[in-house]
């Protein structure tokens, strides 16, 4: 880079973008990298703070801020991710589909600790949406080193895509309703329409749901129905705490499948269940999620969704952020619970 008095730039070519902030109003790019100073323009550069200005000057050993960018951006981006253009020096990367957000936060670590280069990222392990920005990376000088570039690429080349998003699939869904009081009809079920809501954000067919009484076997039966009829999640709903007439969880486990856990680190939702027959998942709701908007259900649900399979790992590392502060206002996912 050249280094030169802003009124000796007229004619020249600028080297970066020139950003114009009012303060509390906007922050917007007034110059665009590349754009040919005239003398029309010197008023607004020195109202800007501008009495110098970089033109750009080859040079074998340094990267463009732009170039750098997008260099970062395109090594850094996995399936389900796209980026567009450099502004005002930074690249943002979407996501192009429904889906959980992964991201390798070790990696991510190690190319932040390299001077010089940013790679901002959402937490992973949440569900975003088609168009979401998921992630900003830029360089802060105008210019960087090249191997300073070329390590950051290798690191995000190094194993699995940095940055991706698995998308959802759809899932036929059926839900076993468990309670003698439901079942005989003295109280109304809570519990299908708050499920129905929630699997509204996700793909797939609700096949309806069941009503059973405190019966284990029965319990047992209409999971495994459910799953002879095509089902590929089965809630089970009711009867998931230590109460003695509690046997969902008993039902659950007498289908043969495998439980995966019973009891999750977070609050609220520490009642979950999953185990999974023939690869089905099966999930004991935890009564909460009558009452509370966000529960653990919420961070497994985008899981189950894509198809994986839950691991007992997964859910002991809820623990580290499962506690929910329970706002007047919600605002997941844009808060620390479940990250």
Request: aromatic content about 6%.
């Amino acid at each position: 880079m050249k280094k030169i008095p802003v009124n000796e730039a007229v004619g020249l070519a600028l080297c970066h973008d020139i950003t114009r902030i009012v303060p509390g109003k906007e922050k917007v790019r007034a110059f665009k990298k590349g754009h040919i100073v005239r003398a029309e323009d010197l008023t607004l550069l020195r109202d800007l703070g501008k009495e110098h200005l970089y033109i750009w000057e080859e040079t074998e050993n340094l990267v463009h801020e732009d170039e750098a960018a997008l260099r970062l951006a395109e090594a850094a981006s996995g399936p389900g991710i796209v980026f567009g253009e450099p502004n005002q020096g930074k690249v943002s990367l979407k996501a192009t589909c429904s889906g959980l957000l992964e991201i390798d936060s070790l990696r991510l670590a190690q190319i932040n600790n390299i001077e010089g280069i940013v790679l901002a990222t959402l937490h992973g392990g949440q569900a975003v949406s088609a168009g979401t920005t998921v992630a900003g990376t830029r360089v802060i000088p105008i210019a960087i080193e090249k191997d300073k570039l070329e390590t950051a690429e290798q690191i995000c080349h190094t194993g699995s895509p940095l940055i991706s998003v698995k998308p959802f699939v759809p899932l036929r869904v059926g839900v076993v309703t468990t309670g003698n009081e439901v079942y005989s009809g003295r109280i109304k079920d809570g519990f299908c329409e708050v499920l129905r809501q929630k699997l509204a954000a996700y793909p797939g067919e609700f096949m309806g749901q069941v009503l059973v009484p405190d019966d284990a076997p029965l319990i047992t039966a209409h999971i495994r129905k459910f799953i002879d009829d095509g089902a590929e999640l089965v809630f089970v709903t009711g009867g998931m705490s230590v109460d003695p007439d509690d046997v969902t969880p008993t039902g659950i486990k007498q289908t043969g499948a495998e439980v995966v856990f019973y009891g999750a680190p977070v609050l609220p939702g520490s009642m979950l269940m999953l185990a999974y027959l023939n690869n089905i998942p099966i999930c004991g709701v935890p009564g909460c999620v009558m009452f509370n908007s966000i529960t653990s259900l919420d961070l497994i649900l985008p899981y189950i969704f894509t198809g994986q399979r839950v691991s007992r790992s997964q859910i002991v590392s809820l623990g580290y952020g499962g506690l929910c502060q329970e706002c007047p206002v919600c605002h997941y996912p844009n808060c620390a619970f479940g990250k």
